[in-house]
């Protein structure tokens, strides 16, 4: 039985993962922080499946021990402060996680169990003043927040362990990937869960940053196949994983309110706390090579995606 370790395990992708490593037969272990009401709704379903090591990316001597006692076979790291608008008054504790908690896994690894394979949690807040359109495993690197900073050195700091460790070390280049599991903080979800209320009369107006902003969105089940198919090949390599779509905030709001029957535009306001100190105007990924040599396709729709969302959420509130 094949073994695997999740850091970020009770957050969206690792929920989506731990369930697709279960139904494949692997032991699932959990590497969790100690608070003091740990937050399992996304894994409640099957938390009795999987056993559980508290740890923390920014101490490396809970990370050797939880590696030491497990020996997985596999490594995936999805932990991060990954709230980009957060990133700007956390800037120091976002890259002691985002950045160097990455290190301290991979040398815990190196350390403790050397052959087993690392997945590493980029993102497509790398490219930020994108250098082309789209973005692909070739593309410069400009990130335009902390965030974006912290998970530019956490995957050149992957591609290093890999080239002088020999270490089966790869990154997945994650475009944004959403689903009703994922934080309220999130345009996505924040969106979704207000068109909910203002269905339901529990809410009466929606206030939203840059509507224009445009963003790759794909389903976080769909994307949890490509870091699963990533360790599954002979040589460790780097993928862009996305759905080579582009849509706006305004599309986004737009199917979400017409789904519910209502017209965004008696709803949303925007309101200049939610702009970005420096914005990303645009991301859109080329899968071109996750396609061809992982054989992975994304399955679920934008449209689709965001009537999921809608969909839980008026469940949850009715």
Not at 164 to 193: Q, W
Not at 237 to 260: Q, R
Request: proline share 4%; with cysteine.
């Amino acid at each position: 039985m094949k073994k695997a370790l999740i850091t970020g395990i009770t957050g969206q992708d690792g929920s989506y993962l731990a369930e697709l490593l279960l139904d494949k037969g692997y032991k699932v272990y959990g590497l969790k922080r100690r608070t003091a009401t740990p937050n399992f709704e996304n894994i409640k379903h099957i938390q009795n499946e999987i056993e559980f090591f508290s740890g923390d990316l920014r101490d490396i001597t809970s990370l050797a021990e939880a590696v030491q006692i497990i020996k997985p076979d596999e490594v995936y790291n999805l932990a991060a402060q990954s709230f980009v608008g957060d990133s700007w008054r956390q800037p120091i504790y976002t890259g002691e996680v985002t950045g160097l908690g990455v290190t301290n896994m991979l040398e815990a690894i190196r350390l403790s169990k050397p052959d087993a394979r690392f997945y590493q949690a980029s993102s497509s807040e790398m490219f930020g003043k994108v250098m082309e359109i789209p973005q692909t495993e070739k593309t410069p690197f400009y990130p335009r927040s902390p965030y974006g900073v912290a998970k530019v050195y956490g995957h050149w700091i992957t591609v290093n362990y890999r080239e002088s460790y020999d270490m089966y070390a790869c990154s997945g280049i994650l475009f944004n990937h959403e689903s009703p599991r994922r934080g309220i903080e999130f345009v996505t979800r924040k969106v979704t869960d207000a068109v909910a209320k203002i269905k339901l009369g529990l809410q009466e107006k929606l206030l939203l940053g840059n509507l224009d902003a445009k963003r790759d969105w794909g389903f976080a089940g769909d994307y949890v196949k490509a870091m699963w198919l990533m360790l599954q090949q002979e040589e460790p390599d780097d993928f862009v994983i996305a759905t080579g779509e582009s849509h706006t905030v305004k599309e986004l709001v737009e199917i979400a309110f017409k789904h519910v029957g209502l017209d965004w535009q008696d709803y949303v306001l925007q309101d200049p706390r939610f702009m970005r100190p420096a914005e990303v105007d645009i991301l859109l990924g080329d899968p071109a090579k996750a396609k061809q040599n992982l054989k992975w396709e994304p399955e679920v729709s934008f449209d689709q995606l965001v009537k999921m969302m809608v969909e839980k959420d008026l469940e949850k509130y009715q």
